[in-house]
């Protein structure tokens, strides 16, 4: 099966501006950033979106929401507040079918989303 987009920046085929990254997951910069500081995180394994993950998948998702608290730390948003958004399918508006964390912050957010 071919790479998705963000299998190929976690194995270095792409560049992008890595903040982390380990056995299980990469964060990135968004190249279109939405806010002062916006991450996107990542699974290395391709799960397309959170209404496909298995059950299986439950120990990396757990994994994934603890790293979110690091990163905001490691960004200096977690003080600040920050929002984190998991766009799912065509009316979430996700355009990359790799499951990715959103984490936005450096400035205050609206609700509700657009
Ligand atoms: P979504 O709309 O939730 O699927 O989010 C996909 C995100 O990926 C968007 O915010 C894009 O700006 C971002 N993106 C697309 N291509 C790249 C890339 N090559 N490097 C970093 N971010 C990207």
Redesign the pocket.
Known sequence: MEKT?FQK?ADKE?P?QIVYEDELCVA?????PAAPVHV?LVPRKPIPNIAEAKAEDAELLAHLMFKVREIAQAEGIAESGFRTVL?TGSDG????PHL?I?ILGGRSMQWPPG
């Open positions: 987009l920046i792409i992008a990135f910069r968004d190249i279109s996107l766009n508006g996700q355009t990359v990715h959103h």
